[in-house]
């Protein structure tokens, strides 16, 4: 190897690639990636791909490859283009240089908390990249379960996140059973020590579900609203206004994984529509909850690497989801919403 042959006081080559100092005028940045070609290491292909950033990022010349090829003639430009896609998608913190570059290349596509849990899971595994494009592309951080959440939650470890629509207990379905208290008394011993915990609940039973939460020492951290003013289109109400939304209780003691930008996101009200035949968010059952709303407790409700569980998991919306960096349980009684679940998330039950 010879990183320290190619030292200078404007780049530093390492293991992980280039990183540039100051800012080297076009002259000396390209007198120094024409030193890149003596490189012989496993840092070569980083390397080229951060020069090629930095000069087309730099100086003006973003997208000429006749140029780039002129300094690497031996390479192809897709070669090339590779090279600069992967340094410029995957940040220096995240790489690690020992796994090599191709294993950077199978996940630069992927967001940077996705890039860096499937970095870490290839090297404490030892995978090869074969091994790391088969765990990819499956679904084995999906776990679907048929049975009653009461017999088979006691027989799970624990969880960093809950997420879950149980029966209202307000519609004429055989399975629509209130049973808030023994649920959460199985639910319980199974959170982890820090976790966060939202509980969909009808606006008639808000008061008391948020009682028994109190009475089971589950701390309220938001009441958040969902407003779904499409479900209400048609409805008459001569006693009443026309309901409009539906509680969402918020437990937990974790800090959420909030989105760094400020957006109405952050707020305890969210409006979406309830999923209709029509949409592409289709109703395959009764009481479905949006994607776009499951999406968002899911995502700020945990961080890559959590076990999440989903114990009326219904439809199979959480697991549809679930970012494949997380780990997701769901159960579900009702045969035909199991098979339901079979065919939209491609999975097979335990």
């Not at 479900?231 to 206004?241: E, L, V």
Request: glycine share 6%; net charge negative; proline share 4%.
């Amino acid at each position: 190897m010879k990183q320290l042959d190619l030292f200078t006081d404007k780049f530093s080559l390492t293991e992980s690639g280039l990183e540039v100092m100051g800012k080297p005028d076009f002259e000396e940045t390209m007198e120094y990636l024409q030193s890149l070609k003596i490189l012989d290491s496993v840092s070569r292909q980083f390397a080229i791909g951060d020069g090629i950033v930095y000069l087309f990022d730099n100086h003006g010349q973003h997208g000429r490859w006749d140029l780039i090829q002129k300094i690497w003639p031996d390479d192809e430009v897709n070669t090339l283009r590779a090279y600069e896609y992967v340094s410029r998608n995957i940040e220096f913190d995240i790489r690690i240089s020992n796994l090599g570059w191709t294993k950077h290349q199978v996940i630069a596509s992927l967001s940077k908390d996705k890039q860096r849990y499937w970095l870490e899971q290839t090297a404490n595994n030892k995978w090869s990249v074969a091994t790391l494009r088969q765990k990819l592309s499956e679904k084995s951080y999906l776990k679907l379960y048929k049975g009653d959440m009461l017999e088979i939650v006691p027989k799970l470890g624990k969880f960093d996140l809950v997420v879950t629509d149980p029966p209202y207990g307000v519609t004429d379905y055989e399975w629509d059973q209130l049973e808030t208290s023994s649920w959460l008394d199985v639910v319980i011993p199974h959170l982890e020590d820090e976790y966060n915990l939202f509980w969909f609940c009808a606006p008639k039973y808000a008061a008391d579900i948020e009682m028994i939460f109190r009475l089971k020492g589950l701390e309220i951290q938001s009441r958040i609203v969902w407003i779904r003013r499409n479900m209400a289109m048609g409805s008459k109400a001569k006693n009443k206004f026309v309901d409009t939304w539906e509680m969402i209780l918020h437990a937990g003691n974790r800090e959420l994984n909030f989105p760094a930008e400020w957006s109405d996101a952050w707020f305890d009200t969210q409006e979406f529509a309830v999923p209709q035949t029509n949409f592409t968010d289709k109703k395959i059952h009764p009481t479905q909850k949006p994607e776009a709303l499951i999406k968002r407790l899911v995502e700020f409700g945990s961080y890559p690497g959590d076990k999440i569980l989903d114990p009326f998991s219904g439809s199979g919306t959480t697991g549809l989801v679930c970012p494949d960096d997380r780990e997701c349980t769901l159960i579900e009684k009702e045969e035909g919403y199991v098979g339901i679940m079979e065919g939209r998330l491609g999975i097979s039950r335990l």
